[in-house]
């Protein structure tokens, strides 16, 4: 991934003062005076003054670096969500089932008809058996709809409502902001996850699950870059909110109530 401080050769926690004296040797190294029959040597001068630009000033400097980690935060969770997507959620695997085993008889000679009785008498036994031992339920969690739960990528069900998914950390519960994320446009129930920008990269700080149709409020998120990444549970499709950025709430105690419509 090409970036400003690729631009410089410079590395992106680098100082002001490093940044500045890459700034220069590169600038004598393309200056247009010492390259007038060069164009690359004047397009790489353009590149250069842009990246100081950006580089040089605090606050664009801040933006870009949370640039970098969303970029690098998309690229990380590619792999996975395509394959996600290949293999939409599912409820998991039932308990093998005696009554699903076939066995399949040939003949030897006469000796298929002690085999065919011995076979009847089991099978007696495997009724009375059953008649007295009723088999236990072992199929998943069901809503009131008869429909299966489904499951989440770390193997729990998820719950019958809209909340965290159970297994997962909640994480940098500070200030009083809320996000309030609304499915109430969605067909299909969502599979969530809110990330903050901490040490810069994004990391997963709440997961959640919300059915179909409604709301799930993310409580107690102070300051930072959040990005919001949530599946589409019927048919696996992935998509990704715009960045969410949260900033001079915890010192003014000025919260704020965000909105996300999915």
């Given amino acids: 991934m090409h970036n400003y401080y690729d631009v410089l050769n410079v590395a992106p926690g680098a100082s002001d003062e490093v940044i500045r004296a890459a700034y220069r040797a590169l600038s004598q190294k393309y200056h247009p005076d010492r390259n007038p029959h060069n164009p690359q040597a004047h397009q790489r001068m353009a590149e250069i003054n842009q990246a100081y630009a950006v580089l040089s000033d605090p606050e664009k400097r801040h933006h870009h670096d949370v640039w970098i980690a969303r970029q690098s935060l998309q690229a990380r969770l590619s792999p996975a969500l395509l ?9 998991p695997a039932l308990l093998p089932n005696h009554e699903d085993k076939i066995v399949v008889l040939h003949e030897h ?20 058996w059953r008649l007295a031992h009723p088999p236990v339920d072992n199929t998943p ?33 500070r200030g009083n902001n809320t996000i309030v ?10 599979f969530a996850q809110l990330y903050e920008l901490h040490a810069g990269k994004f990391t997963a700080i709440r997961t959640f699950y919300i ?39 915890e010192a003014s105690r000025k919260y704020q109530d965000i909105d996300i419509r999915l």
């Fill in 83 to 91: 394959s996600r997507r290949q293999t939409p959620f599912a409820p």
């Fill in 211 to 249: 059915p179909a149709g409604e709301t799930f409020t993310l409580h107690k998120i102070g300051d930072g870059n959040f990005s919001l990444q949530y599946q589409r549970i019927n048919d696996g499709k992935w998509a990704v909110s715009d960045g969410i950025e949260i900033s001079n709430t």
């Fill in 109 to 128: 000679g006469h000796g298929w008809l002690w085999i065919v009785g011995i076979a009847i008498l089991i099978a007696m036994g495997g009724v009375w």
């Fill in 141 to 173: 969690a069901q809503t009131q709809s008869g429909i299966p739960v489904p499951v989440a990528p770390n193997g729990q069900l998820f719950p019958l409502k809209a909340a965290y998914v159970s297994g997962y950390p909640i994480l940098r519960q």
């Fill in 181 to 190: 994320v609304h499915a109430t446009s969605l067909q299909s129930p969502v």
